[in-house]
């Protein structure tokens, strides 16, 4: 990765934002002098290219400023389609490293050539993404495996970004609409994820916890060909979500994938209390049958288990979340962190679990059996609007914004699928300590 200045990242991600700005301000200028269809297909063209040049940029710089693209491009709830479909590009390519400044970064971490190590290697990378590039490659076992190697420079890129980050949201941090302690969290999240020895654990953690679902393939560690730079595992086998609903799944198909899906999210929270918090679509393979492949473990949120049972509590509750008793356990949930519910951020979420979750999760056990039409756009387009008034709130606790950043890319994935799913009977299975 072409190494740059924090202050080259700046002026490039400033450049970035006039540029945008520029072209929805030439379309302002002419929409008064189009018709109707010309309008139309004018601003279409305009969200593509702001789109394209986002992305263009983005994939560029890389690391958390890649992941900011590649969290917009979930974004089909709010974000025009002509933007997302140039967005999405991120979820799965970049620009990647020249050869020669890949092989330098695998020798250095590996002390020795890719050749030297496995029986073939391909210099061209299938996969380059935000913080690194994944290679094929045979190891001298005969195992097809999947060699990542991280870009250099990628940690003083990390601190640049959250630099810039810190000095454009000076007010909200001073307004606590967006904590301090928020941002360190997410810098620390994004540090740990360039350390690949502790992304290593994390694939040994969640092989060994999602065995019992059999459908899901974590792919299989090789530390004898890996480093805290180098990253060598077993090839997942699948397609990414476009290709696979290319080929067009059953219905039956794609409720059985999403059904999966949510129960996948449900036991990692529940279960192992500990999920993948990066959600989007290049990290998940899917196969005929409905088997699901889950890769890149660098995101991985931790819950203590207080955390894990006060979610049981109030996952699927019967009584009135208006009610005191409801209220208590949401105080319990903010003083784990250390904080104090304000009476701003209490109603926010008492209209979030009775406006949105009590009619995606009924809580009567008699409706069980009932299934929920991901399909239907319109539980996007409400989900997304009240997380923002929680936001405005004040409301963001560390574990809840990598939380609802996996949710969204769960219900992103399942709208995509037009899966029906048993929402309630589902989650209801781990709700038992």
């Known amino acids: 990765m072409k190494h740059e200045s924090a202050f080259q990242r700046a ?24 018709g109707k269809d010309k309008r139309e297909r004018k601003l279409k063209a305009t969200h593509a290219k702001a789109g394209r040049r986002i992305a263009d ?30 967005l999405s590009t991120l979820q799965m390519h970049a620009p990647p490293m020249h050869p020669s400044l890949m092989r330098a970064q695998f020798k250095a971490s590996m002390g020795a050539e890719p050749e030297s ?9 299938f996969a380059a993404a935000s913080l690194g590039q994944v290679h094929r490659a045979i190891a001298r076992e005969g195992d097809r495996v999947a060699v990542k190697i991280q870009y250099p420079g990628i940690q003083s890129a990390v601190a640049s970004d959250f630099r810039y980050l810190r000095a454009l949201t000076v007010t909200a941090q001073l307004t606590k609409h967006i904590p301090r302690t928020l941002l360190d969290e997410t810098e620390q999240q994004i540090v740990a994820e360039t350390d690949y020895r502790r992304e290593a654990e994390n694939i040994r953690l969640f092989r060994e916890q999602l065995r019992p679902l059999g459908y899901v393939t974590v792919p ?19 397609d990414h979500l476009d290709m696979y609903l290319a080929k067009r799944p059953s219905q039956e198909e794609r409720d059985t994938v999403g059904s999966r899906l949510l129960e996948l999210f449900n036991f990692q929270l529940l279960r192992v209390k500990a999920f993948h918090a990066d959600p989007h679509w290049g990290n998940y393979f899917f196969s005929p049958g409905g088997t699901i492949g889950l ?29 005191p008793a409801f209220r208590r356990l949401l105080e319990e949930r903010w003083l784990l962190s250390g904080v104090k519910l304000k009476p701003a951020v209490h109603r926010g979420l008492v209209r979030l679990a009775e406006g949105f979750y009590r ?26 609007r009240e997380l923002a008034k929680l936001f405005r709130s004040k409301a963001a606790l560390p574990e809840h914004v990598f939380f609802a950043r996996a949710e969204t890319g769960l219900y992103q994935t399942l709208h995509r699928l037009k ?12 709700l038992q300590r």
């Open 295 to 323: 890769v890149d473990f660098g995101c991985v949120k931790y819950l203590t288990p207080e955390f894990v049972n006060n979610l049981r509590e109030t996952f699927l509750y019967p009584g009135d979340r208006h009610g």
């Open 220 to 238: 299989k560690m090789y530390p004898q060909y890996s480093s805290d730079k180098v990253l060598t595992m077993s090839f997942v086998e699948g």
């Open 11 to 34: 002026l490039r991600m400033a450049v970035m934002s006039v540029g945008v700005a520029g072209s929805y301000a030439g379309y302002m200028t002419q929409r008064a002098f189009l």
């Open 359 to 384: 009619r995606l999760y009924p809580p009567d056990r008699g409706d069980d059996s009932q299934v929920f039409d991901f399909g239907d756009r319109k539980f996007l387009v409400e989900y997304a």
């Open 117 to 125: 190590i496995f029986r073939t290697f391909e210099d061209e990378p």
């Open 57 to 86: 940029e983005l994939a560029m710089l890389r690391g958390p400023a890649m992941k900011l693209g590649q969290a917009l491009s979930l974004q089909t709830s709010v974000m025009p389609e002509a933007m997302l479909s140039e």
């Open 419 to 430: 899966a029906r799913v048993p929402t309630s009977r589902i989650v209801r299975q781990f």
